[in-house]
């Protein structure tokens, strides 16, 4: 079953540490976009990548890097983790066509100390 | 820049009844498609339903349907039969159609809690 796989689901970080969060899809879609979601509040775009070897800035990069090694799998990279970076961080992948919805993984839930 | 408003935090109803959520949207451009998504107590995210802008027929799928007001910018979500396990967070999300990022702008979600 075709699916978005994220790890891991959970992390506790200190600040000033290095993170990295995984995701690997295997629905073969060419579109992947990492989110994330502040208690209360909605899915905010941080970066998406739609090739391999290619990433893009989201609403709200900074802070964050993203790698897209492959078309399966990409990360996202938190240099120098922040308290305000606590929240839940979500994968998502969607096939090109306009009227395509997302796959999202299950999250990934970052609580910086 | 598109933007997407869902005014209601949250609503109560009870079991078997229809609920309807709101969403209000902008964007200029004259194309774009609107989905509504699921978030579970578990935190799992779902797609539920899409509506085309340039489509007049209200989408449905199951016992769920869309209310698409084109001159209100406003896409609602109604559940008719409401069960316990509708239970969750709804989300409204937006995609324009002369982009070619694939994103998809969300709303801040209506809590729904659907009592016996």
């Known amino acids: 079953e075709a699916a978005v796989t994220q790890s891991p689901r959970s992390k506790v970080a200190v600040t000033g540490g290095k993170v990295t969060l995984s995701c690997h899809q295997t629905n073969n879609h060419d579109y992947m976009y990492w989110y994330r979601q502040d208690t209360g509040h909605g899915l905010r775009l941080i970066h998406y990548?739609?090739?391999?070897?290619?990433?893009e800035k989201g609403d709200i990069p900074d802070g964050y890097k993203a790698s897209r090694p492959s078309q399966e799998n990409f990360s996202l990279i938190l240099e120098l983790a922040s308290l305000s970076q606590t929240a839940v961080y979500f994968c998502?992948?969607?096939?090109?066509?306009?009227?395509?919805?997302?796959?999202f993984g299950s999250g990934t839930r970052l609580l910086v100390i | 820049a598109q933007k997407v408003t869902q005014t209601q935090t949250s609503i109560s109803v009870v079991e078997k009844t229809t609920v309807t959520m709101d969403c209000v949207y902008e964007?200029?451009?004259?194309?774009?498609?609107l989905f509504w998504y699921k978030q579970t107590a578990s935190g799992e995210i779902v797609f539920l339903i899409r509506?085309?802008?340039?489509?007049?027929e209200n989408a449905t799928v199951g016992h769920y349907s869309l209310n698409f007001q084109k001159p209100k910018s406003s896409i609602g979500l109604i559940i008719t039969a409401t069960q316990i396990e509708d239970s969750a967070v709804y989300f409204c999300a937006m995609r324009e159609y002369n982009t070619n990022t694939g994103k998809l702008t969300f709303g801040d979600g209506t809590v729904l809690t659907v009592k016996p």
């Open positions: 990548s739609y090739v391999a070897d290619s990433t």
């Open positions: 964007t200029r451009d004259s194309s774009y498609f």
């Open positions: 509506q085309d802008s340039y489509k007049k």
């Open positions: 998502a992948s969607s096939d090109r066509g306009q009227d395509s919805d997302y796959t």
